[in-house]
Nanobody
Framework: VQLQASGGGLVQAGGSLRLSCAAS????????MGWFRQAQGKEREFVSA????????YYGDSVKGRFTISRDNAKNTVYLQMNSLKPEDTAVYYC??????????????????WGRGTLVTVSS
């Protein structure tokens, strides 16, 4: 499975961005997909995840109410709509895929495939 994240960039505080993650693989529709971020000098942080059918979504506390995850299995793509961005959202954002099942979708250990990341910079 190969993952390619895109959509990062520079945005002012209060603005919006939509990240996309395109995945290879014929069984994309069975994967749990996640987004993580890593700010400079900090550990990788869970942002959001979505189950295979989009029926269950999960969010980190710092992004609840501002970010929305979705997926289009026909396009093998997962999205992260980010609204009301804050300078503290500045980070490299990574998408990840898991072919297994676990209740702990917020752990990096759950995911066995990772994309390269896309940089999001929010200016104040």
């Amino acid at each position: 499975v190969q993952l390619q994240a895109s959509g990062g960039g520079l945005v002012q505080a209060g603005g919006s961005l939509r990240l996309s993650c395109a995945a290879s693989g014929r069984t994309f529709g069975s994967y749990t997909m996640g987004w993580f971020r890593q700010a400079q000098g900090k550990e990788r942080e869970f942002v959001s995840a979505i189950r295979w059918n989009g029926g269950n979504t999960y969010y980190g506390d710092s992004v609840k109410g501002r970010f929305t995850i979705s997926r289009d299995n026909a396009k093998n793509t997962v999205y992260l709509q980010m609204n009301s961005l804050k300078p503290e959202d500045t980070a490299v954002y990574y998408c990840a895929a898991s072919t297994a099942f676990s209740m702990v979708v917020s752990s990096t250990r759950f995911y066995n495939y990772w994309g390269r990341g896309t940089l999001v910079t929010v200016s104040s």
